[in-house]
């Protein structure tokens, strides 16, 4: 199946397994060490690798405005509503800067199918012209020229910018720049495999998932976890009932067969 800019050829859920775990606790002797945590961390990359197939292919090939406006449309949405949302902006304002100028309630329009269309129509339009004041045009291919770290920062002065979106526009985009997106079926593997702590929200979660991964691993390498940890998230390790017994990580999880 060809890459498509609006969806991704491996996010949909699977029906989740009938199965019903009891939960319990599982003791623990002593809190793992940072050391222990990035062994444990490239053992999970290197096993969900083998099973989902690294290299994965980038699924689309957007520039990095226009991935910020489907980042931004993503949240919380579905992958297959939030491409039609930005399939029909795209359709009906070519240029991005007419979708500035435009009236708020047809952007909210074209975009019913996502999640909060109410919010997110004003807000793509404010985070849009903050970039023209910020950068003096509509283009966000400059931050090639930054490192990750600078290029990041920059994004997240924008007003609605979070962690989750500066990683996807670097990392998705054709920048192909180094940076580990978390969406919530990675931030909630994480927290099964005990990578980070239960109340440790997304937001937070990035510098730290990231730091437990090699410092010069390359573009692809992070796009790469990011992939097979939300891909296990959505095909084994689901919100409800996970289905722990054709887990490959099972026999290193402490949530393993007992989460319901």
């Not at 090939?61 to 902006?89: C, I, M, Q, Y």
């Not at 990041?152 to 998705?172: D, N, Q």
């Not at 969406?183 to 927290?191: E, F, G, K, L």
Request: charged share 25%; proline share 9%.
């Amino acid at each position: 199946m060809a890459p498509n800019p609006t969806t991704h050829p491996n996010r949909s859920e699977r029906p989740a397994p009938s199965r019903s775990v009891r939960r319990t606790a599982r003791p623990s002797d002593a809190e793992p060490s940072s050391t222990d945590l990035e062994a444990k961390a490239r053992l999970v990359h290197d096993r969900l690798c083998a099973v989902y197939g690294c290299p994965i292919g980038y699924f689309h090939d957007l520039d990095p405005l226009s991935e910020l406006v489907s980042s931004l449309l993503s949240h919380r949405t579905r992958n297959a509503d939030s491409g039609r949302a930005f399939k029909a902006l795209r359709q009906r304002f070519p240029d991005w800067g007419e979708l500035i100028a435009a009236d708020t309630a047809e952007v909210e329009s074209l975009i019913h199918g996502v999640r909060w269309p109410e919010q997110k129509a004003p807000r793509i339009q404010a985070i849009l012209k903050g970039v023209r004041e910020r950068a003096g045009r509509l283009d966000l291919q400059f931050l090639a020229g930054m490192e990750p770290a600078e290029a990041r920062a920059w994004l997240e002065e924008l007003p609605g910018v979070g962690p989750k979106t500066s990683a996807a526009v670097l990392s998705f985009s054709t920048l192909r720049m180094p940076a580990l997106p978390v969406d919530s079926h990675h931030h909630r593997v994480a927290i099964r495999l005990g990578l980070i702590a239960p109340d440790l929200a997304v937001g937070p979660s990035h510098p730290v998932l990231r730091a437990q991964l090699p410092a010069d691993w390359s573009a692809q390498d992070l796009y790469d976890n990011h992939e097979v940890l939300m891909l296990h998230g959505q095909k084994v390790c689901y919100h409800r009932r996970p289905a722990c017994e054709r887990c490959t990580l099972a026999d290193i999880c402490p949530s393993a067969f007992k989460v319901s």
